[in-house]
């Protein structure tokens, strides 16, 4: 029948897949947004002001638990339980107890704007990927790296998330450095280095303003190291966040493992004990330690300590 529409489970208009939750648009009509959002367990979500203020967004609890931050109390919420917002003055804060299925009606069109902007910021990170033949997959594996390491430190699960789209993001500001310069094999002249010192900053610029806006510092600082030698803004210890500095050790020893323009790729022994020469001048000894175990863990490094006692 004209306009009678069915779907069945799992049939979506589109669908987004952020890095910890998915987002699926199942219906819309005369700017309202209907949508079903899956949030993985211990999650932090938030339900933020409109800047129309008689915009309402409605939230009904399909499956799971989520606990809601109000007014210094906390209240939790199940399946059939649902809240809503209109004109609400700040941010509310939700985390996910278990695995969440929410249904999500929104009167202000949203869906198009997120999706737009996560898919064309990792359609930069491919490009970048691809203009550097040396680092395809390069931002997947410093994530995995880096939030194996987070979990090691105990890092709070917001600064994971955080860590985890940064570790993304981290180098696409290099978009805007030439392919050559990427591809070199040679040694950069210092004009050609002042060039890729610019991917940081860049990179920051390119987060502010959208949804991933918090994490711009991180994008910025990961090249910076402890005794101040790095860039863009030669920031020395605690003035580097610790996000920034476990990208720091993830990433240096992805392009240490890796082959590149003028050589070819080290072993993870040499990479880590490269890292371990400088750590506490370069690298934050903690997050080499921690990195330590995860590679000893996954077989890719040699225990030493158990190799000396034993
Ligand atoms: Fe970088
Ligand atoms: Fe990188």
């Not at 985890?164 to 500001?173: E, F, K, T």
């Not at 991180?218 to 090249?223: F, V």
């Amino acid at each position: 029948m004209e306009g009678f529409k069915i779907g069945r489970k799992g049939q979506f208009l589109e669908s987004v897949k952020y890095i910890t939750n998915d987002i699926s648009l199942l219906s819309r009509g005369d700017g309202i947004e209907i949508l079903t959002q899956s949030i993985e367990k211990e999650r932090l979500f938030y339900v933020y002001p409109s800047e129309n203020p008689n915009a309402l967004e409605f939230y009904f609890i399909l499956t799971g638990e989520v606990e809601c931050e109000l007014d210094e109390s906390k209240v939790i919420l199940g399946p059939q339980d649902y809240f809503s917002a209109k004109g609400i003055k700040d941010p509310v804060h939700f985390k996910t107890l278990s695995e969440v299925t929410l249904l999500w009606i929104i009167t202000e069109p949203t869906f198009r704007y997120i999706s737009n902007e996560i898919t064309s910021l990792m359609d930069v990170v491919k490009q970048v990927e691809q203009k550097d033949r040396y680092t395809f997959n390069h931002s997947d594996r410093v994530a995995n790296y880096a939030v194996k390491i987070a979990k090691k430190l105990r890092v709070n699960v917001e600064q994971l998330e955080n860590l985890n789209v940064a570790s993304y993001l981290h180098d696409i500001g290099k978009i805007n450095v030439p392919e050559e310069i990427l591809n070199k094999p040679g040694r950069l002249t210092d004009e050609e280095f002042d060039i890729i010192k610019k991917h940081p900053g860049d990179g920051a610029e390119m987060i502010k303003g959208t949804y991933y806006e918090e994490i711009y510092p991180i994008i910025e600082q990961h090249h910076e190291r402890l005794n101040g030698t790095g860039y863009p803004n030669r920031l020395k210890g605690d003035e580097i966040s610790l996000e920034a500095r476990i990208i720091a050790v993830s990433d240096t020893f992805d392009a240490m493992t890796e082959d590149r323009a003028y050589r070819k790729a080290f072993d993870a022994q040499f990479a880590l004990d490269e890292l371990k020469k400088l750590s506490g001048t370069h690298y934050d000894p903690e997050v080499v330690r921690a990195f330590e175990e995860v590679l000893v863990e996954e077989g890719l490094v040699k225990n030493q300590e158990s190799e000396q006692t034993g």
